[in-house]
């Protein structure tokens, strides 16, 4: 990233730094060339040296007079032509470095440079987030307040400068960038001895099978955490030894089953795996009867096996019952409502 950053400056400041290097070599070679006359009336021209003596500091408008010797006609109009040139070009040079400063890609650019000095910077364990949403943030909210810092990648910007404005108990550092591109994952620390672990929470099930696997190919002493939202993708992350996948279905699933079949143990499940600060909830009675499964996708087909397993009777409303192939999916139209009647007074 250091090199993209070095590489982007001059390739912009390349034509700004070719005008003010010809301006200072012509003025420079000018004053060389045209003659003038030392003290005692004898001709004389000055030094390479003694010209770009004379350039610096009129083309730096601090004019220290005419040195070592009065000029001459020629040598003051030469002066008067080198100002105006030397001037124009550090004019055309500051504009274009302001206009550098103040462009998106540049900024964004030195932005990433410096938080990848922060990294190779941390002296202790650190984890790596990549996907800064509701999951990515109650994560880093938990890791925070053990004492951990932790390094989050997202492609969201409104996110990355969300979390500036929060409240951490241990160092952030936030990249914008592509969590499932190899050089990224590098650069946000990867390769760093003080890695500790890869937690991927991204949206994309794919982005988080290529984090998974580069984690594990990059860094193969780092625990990879990693979330699969189908079976194939988690099959595919353990194939490359990923220590942890979660699919979140088929959690939510699992302990829809153990909420149903065991409360009390489901109850110290949830406090156990819950923060610290957490209680032990009240104990909650699943009704046992019909039931309405709202939606056939991906968590709908996994709610209304289970709760058939359960021994329950159960509908499913769907706005397109005819593409799920589930013999029991009600229409919203043929759910009835309730129709309210104003009373007269």
């Not at 099978?209 to 079976?231: E, G, H, P, Q, W």
Request: charged content about 20%.
């Amino acid at each position: 990233m250091n090199n993209s950053f070095f590489f982007l400056f001059f390739r912009r400041m390349r034509a700004p730094l070719i005008v003010l290097v010809c301006a200072y070599a012509i003025a420079t070679f000018g004053f060389t060339l045209i003659p003038g006359t030392d003290d005692q009336g004898n001709p004389w021209r000055m030094s390479l040296f003694e010209a770009f003596y004379v350039v610096s500091y009129t083309g730096s408008t601090i004019g220290f007079g005419e040195v070592p010797y009065d000029f001459s006609p020629a040598q003051r109009l030469w002066t008067i032509i080198s100002i105006y040139l030397t001037v124009i070009a550090w004019l055309f040079s500051v504009g274009s470095i302001v206009a550098l400063l103040q462009d998106p890609v540049y900024t964004r650019a030195m932005r990433r440079t410096r938080l990848s000095r922060r990294v190779r910077g941390l002296d202790q364990p650190f984890y790596l987030v990549c996907g800064y949403g509701d999951t990515g943030r109650m994560l880093t909210r938990e890791l925070t307040d053990r004492g951990h810092p932790v390094v989050v990648i997202d492609t969201a910007e409104h996110k990355i400068e969300a979390h500036e404005v929060e409240d951490f108990r241990a160092p952030v550092t936030a990249f914008c960038m592509n969590a499932s591109l190899p050089d990224n994952l590098r650069e946000a620390g990867l390769s760093n001895r003080w890695c500790a672990g890869v937690i991927a929470v991204t949206g994309d099930g794919q982005a988080n099978l290529k984090i998974a696997i580069s984690a594990k190919l990059l860094n193969r002493k780092s625990i990879v955490y990693a979330r699969a939202n189908t079976f194939g993708e988690a099959d595919n992350m353990l194939s490359f030894d990923t220590d942890h996948v979660v699919n979140p279905v088929d959690e939510y699933v699992r302990r829809l089953g153990l909420a149903i079949e065991k409360p009390d143990l489901f109850r110290l499940y949830h406090w156990l795996n819950s923060g610290p600060a957490s209680r032990l909830v009240k104990p909650v009675a699943i009704p046992r009867g019909r039931w309405i499964v709202c939606g056939f996708d991906r968590v709908g087909r996994a709610v209304y096996q289970l709760l058939l397993e359960q021994g329950m009777e159960v509908a499913v409303i769907d706005p397109e019952p005819g593409q799920r192939g589930c013999p029991q999916i009600l229409s919203p139209a043929a759910v009835p409502r309730r129709t309210s009647s104003k009373r007269q007074g």
